[in-house]
């Protein structure tokens, strides 16, 4: 068992250097290219998501739910097993690409679906008071508010993605776990190689995951957070949540991924608990907030209860643009001659 | 495409299912041991517990679960079934730690402080009064870390060759050679593993609904 990592098996590994650079490279650029595509898809899905039509909802659900419920392995063996059956077939370079691209796309579609959730209302009203259409008022006015809570799960999907590329291993695509055991398997000499591998994917995920940690607490600093304006726009009760709950898809995902930092594994959110002990238990008078759990536990609004509140507005918003045809036509027969077509407001003025 | 949905296909891959559930069942339970032991660690408040916690949590967060499952097959030599158990252990014990970590910081303080005014040790107070109450609160989190599992055990057919679900799937491909029956096969493996992940996702949804509900009240 010693001899597993006996130094000429270290010396082997080490004057592979190139192959190894290579295969981090490898890594790390199908890691950016995946990331973009996921990006890219998550933007989009998941502003469909918070849209009036049915069908573009419908669409998000339905790909959201395939891409999570569905093992990533399979997704990859769609592009690298079945596309080749009906004529298309690309490198697993491409392959990997795409197919974590894609599978991502799913979680961060939630993650922004969440974040557009939890900006107040009136920042939409007041932009479609302005003659915003849909997609600029989400791209100049949504999203850049919303960026505080989508950055802190976005740092962990990153992480989550870069370490879903080992899966092309499975496909001979090249990365740094396809070295790794292309290694082992040629020289037989399987100790050192994948310490080295754990080493270097930790290099990158490390300092992901302690971003999103990061960028979490810095958010939690600012209370205007959940809002996007208002301080204390929350309801107590709202925000009240169960600790360490999550969901794999659906609403919850969101709630869970914008809970973020503590996301290990794809979909699994560990959100810290709130130090304010459940109003439920009758002993909770004895206990004291000052001298409450370490860390994240004594912020006001930790993650999970702020995306729950998010969430909240997220429903509360869905529920408005439900209700919207109608009022609008109610409201239609004074308003519509209004110069430039703007809308009266209502009581949610103060959030401008 | 005749022939194709036999009993025995039908079989042979619901035993694939058989197996993709017991690794992961039991990789799911090991890993609440252990990472019960280590949210403990981490929370106990002793700094070389903590750190030892932490490291561990680190290290397994940030790294991918195939290593893993490379590791304890070709470095620790162990047979299959066990490398599969282990690795899935090592890393699924980690989110675990976490899940748990959340939920005993859930238990109110006051909990804590009674059950030591009435002269509980330590074992009993975490056996008798804060696990269970944790523990409602952290089983949705631990069953979508259940469905996670599920998902990631399609790897160990490409690993090392564990005829689970997927690679039962693999196994009925390669013995036919039409296009639409590969096609077939595959969709109804894809389907059963959505059928599977997406229902106990459901499940994980409708809990935590109730108990959502039961704290506005």
């Known amino acids: 068992m010693l001899d597993t990592f006996a130094g000429y098996k270290w010396a082997a590994l080490f004057a592979k250097w190139p192959d190894v650079l290579a295969a981090f490279g490898t890594t790390v650029l199908i890691s950016l290219l995946a990331l973009i595509i996921a990006l890219a898809l998550g933007v989009v899905f998941g502003a469909f998501s918070s849209s009036r039509s049915i069908v573009l909802r419908g669409i998000t659900r339905v790909y959201v739910e395939v891409v999570q419920n569905v093992p990533l392995l399979l997704q990859v063996f769609v592009f690298y097993a079945i596309f080749p059956l009906l004529g298309v077939s690309m490198g697993s370079f491409f392959i990997g690409v795409f197919a974590i691209g894609i599978y991502h796309g799913g979680y961060i579609s939630e993650v922004v679906r969440s974040g557009v959730g939890s900006i107040h209302r009136g920042q939409f009203e007041a932009a479609k008071s302005q003659g915003f259409g849909y997609w600029q008022m989400m791209f100049l006015i949504i999203l850049p508010q919303a960026m505080r809570i989508i950055l802190p799960p976005l740092a962990v999907q990153a992480a989550n993605l870069v370490k879903n590329t080992s899966v092309l291993a499975l496909i001979a695509g090249g990365e740094l776990m396809y070295f790794s055991n292309s290694f082992a398997g040629s020289t037989s000499y399987y100790g050192p190689v994948y310490v080295l591998a754990a080493v270097l994917y930790f290099i990158i995920c490390f300092p992901l995951s302690r971003l999103a940690l990061y960028l979490e607490r810095r958010t939690l600093a600012g209370h205007n957070v959940t809002t996007g304006d208002g301080k204390n726009e929350i309801p107590e009760d709202s925000t009240e949540v169960t600790p360490g709950t999550h969901d794999i898809t659906g609403s919850a995902a969101a709630d869970s991924l914008a809970a973020g930092v503590s996301i290990m594994q794809d979909t699994s959110g560990i959100a810290p608990a709130p130090a304010v002990p459940s109003p439920r238990h009758p002993l909770h008078v004895l206990s004291d907030p000052a001298k409450g759990e370490s860390g994240r536990g004594e912020h006001p609004l930790t993650g999970n209860r702020a995306a729950l509140a998010a969430d909240e507005f997220g429903k509360e918003l869905q529920q408005e643009q439900e209700d919207a045809p109608e009022t609008h036509h109610r409201r239609g027969h004074s308003a519509k001659r209004d110069a430039n077509g703007a809308k009266p407001h209502d009581g949610h003025g103060k959030g401008e | ?217």
Do not use: H
């Open chain 2, 1 to 217: 495409m005749d022939g194709l949905f036999t009993w025995v296909n039908i079989r042979f891959l619901l035993q694939g299912l058989g197996s993709t559930l017991a690794v992961s069942s039991v990789a799911i339970l090991c890993s609440i041991v252990l990472g019960m032991g280590i949210a403990i660690a981490r929370t106990s408040g002793k700094r070389l517990f903590s750190g030892i916690a932490t490291v561990y949590i680190e290290i397994f967060k940030n790294t991918p679960l195939l290593l893993w499952i490379m590791f304890t097959f070709f470095v620790a030599q162990l047979p299959p079934l066990g490398a599969a158990i282990l690795a899935f252990t090592l890393f699924t014990s980690a989110s675990v730690a976490e899940i748990i970590r959340g939920g005993l910081a859930g238990v109110a303080s006051g909990q804590y402080e009674a059950a030591r005014s009435q002269g509980f040790s330590t074992v009993q107070l975490y056996a008798l009064i804060i696990l269970p109450q944790a523990l409602r609160n952290m089983i949705p989190a631990l069953l979508s870390q259940f469905v996670t599992t599920i998902k990631d055990t399609s790897f160990l057919w490409g690993a090392m060759a564990l005829q689970e679900l997927m690679g039962r799937g693999m196994i009925l491909m390669n013995s036919y050679n039409s296009t639409a029956d590969i096609f077939m096969i595959f969709g109804t493996m894809a389907a059963i593993y959505f059928v599977v992940c997406f229902s106990l996702s459901q499940v994980v949804r409708a809990y935590q609904k109730r108990i959502k509900k039961a704290q506005a009240k």
